[in-house]
């Protein structure tokens, strides 16, 4: 079986980090795989949509750089300090690009920080799906439409869980492109027609906003730059409540550690953590 790095781009995401990597490491079976992390979790990238005091639960921050160094240390994980963040920067898609530039194995699963592991072939499930050169990879598709009613949303593969055939996207695929989201007015949006006809977003501004989710641009040149066929393939069938757990919107919320939203996923994850652990 083809050797697999597990890409994990983090910021800010509490224990969730820890429970991801732990519980790869501890219900995983499939046989060559190695874990890279490229946090920019650095307290100057912090928003400031929120007061100082409100960032934090009992002067935690979410933080968990000094983890992530400890584990680098025992070579259980690769991790990369991603810096090139400026202030008040996410910086998903460029901790994306950094991680696919560290790659140097035929397979790379973009993953997210904020899951756990639950049934041990999680991994192997993903890697059945990639038989032909063509496989260019497997990934959920969610399709275009309104967001929020507020602006058109591009179609896009999301890369909280997409295993990329690296032979193939380094022939497909630009390394270094822009794997950002942006918002971007539809008058200055270079393909308007994806929305001809279409009633626009009932609370949309006179110009709309097109949402350009992380990795929409990868998405638009497998859908409309594609003349060899590349293909990729949905998540194996019910993979989402079967293989794994999601905790999602922890690293978005950062910020927010109060919200219900938010805090209960927290403790949620705690328990799971102190579970695995005492497996």
Partial sequence: MKPISILVPNRFTWDAVILTIESILKRTDYPDFRIIVADNSQAEARFDCEPHERRTIDGDNGNRLAYLRRMALEGKITLIENQSQTRHTYGHGDNIRVLLNACNTPLALLFISTAEILRPDWLTALASKIIVPRDLGVARFRAGGQHFENAWRMPVYWPNIMLLNMEEYSKFGHINEDWGLQHVPL???????????????????EDPLVFCDTAWRFTERIMRENPTGYMMHPLPSGYYTRHIQLFSGIDRNSHRPYLPYVSEKLAAIKERLATLRAE
Avoid: C
């Fill in 187 to 205: 008058s200055k949006f270079h393909r308007p027609e994806e929305f001809a006809g279409k009633r626009p977003p009932s609370a949309a501004l």
